[in-house]
């Protein structure tokens, strides 16, 4: 199982996740609490492990400048969470420089099945994030129905990676990896004291649970 610990926002917090086991580390591009800026991010990202994903997440922003934050700041991989096309992501992953995974936020909302469809159909995304709608771009902070919304994991042969996000937290990340049976999980909150703060603890919790076998 796949682990993002996203929203951090310093070094201590970066290294306590990679320690407990995460794959990935996120930093927020887009307006929020845990917004921070590519000089702070280059600075964790150079001191984290080559294995490590260092995510970035970006709302509506132009292909050319998210492409020039990532070669700065040093990341490997982007998440898109507004309201950017198959076409876009192609894009921005055809683009010259560093190569960048992309994943694409999806809510889950009326027609989200067809649109997570038309990423794994039409490629461009290296993965799609499930979250709930909400008006705050960049992550929810509530959980959806995962039961009502198994029945449209890819399976089957469709081949797209599916990561699941959205009020996820130690005690429950269990009960949705069983109930989806996703590629990844990705936490934020769930993990935290205060916004951009985390709970060493709980990230340690929280990948333990996420990667305990089924």
Wanted: proline letters at 5%.
């Amino acid at each position: 199982m796949w682990v993002k610990i996203c929203g951090t926002t310093n070094l201590e917090d970066a290294r306590a996740a990679v320690e407990a086991g995460a794959d990935a580390v996120g930093f927020v591009f887009a307006p929020s609490p845990r917004r921070v800026e590519p000089e702070v991010v280059r600075e964790v990202a150079s001191a984290l492990p080559q294995r490590v994903e260092k995510v970035g997440v970006f709302v509506n922003e132009s292909p050319e400048h998210i492409r020039e934050v990532a070669e700065y700041a040093g990341l490997t991989a982007v998440q898109l969470h507004g309201d950017e096309t198959v076409e876009f992501a192609r894009q921005l992953a055809g683009q010259a420089g560093v190569k960048l995974r992309v994943f694409k936020a999806i809510p889950v909302r009326g027609g989200f099945g067809a649109r997570m469809m038309a990423f794994a159909d039409k490629g461009g995304v290296d993965a799609v994030l499930l979250d709930a709608a909400a008006f705050l771009r960049g992550g929810s902070g509530q959980s959806f129905d995962w039961r009502a919304v198994a029945e449209y994991m890819p399976r089957n042969g469709v081949d797209i990676p599916v990561i699941v996000a959205g009020g996820l937290n130690p005690k429950n990340v269990r009960e949705a990896v069983t109930i989806l049976r996703p590629w990844g999980v990705d936490v934020v909150s769930g993990v935290e004291q205060e916004p951009g703060k985390k709970d060493h603890e709980k990230v340690r919790e929280f990948v333990r649970a996420a990667k305990e076998d089924l």
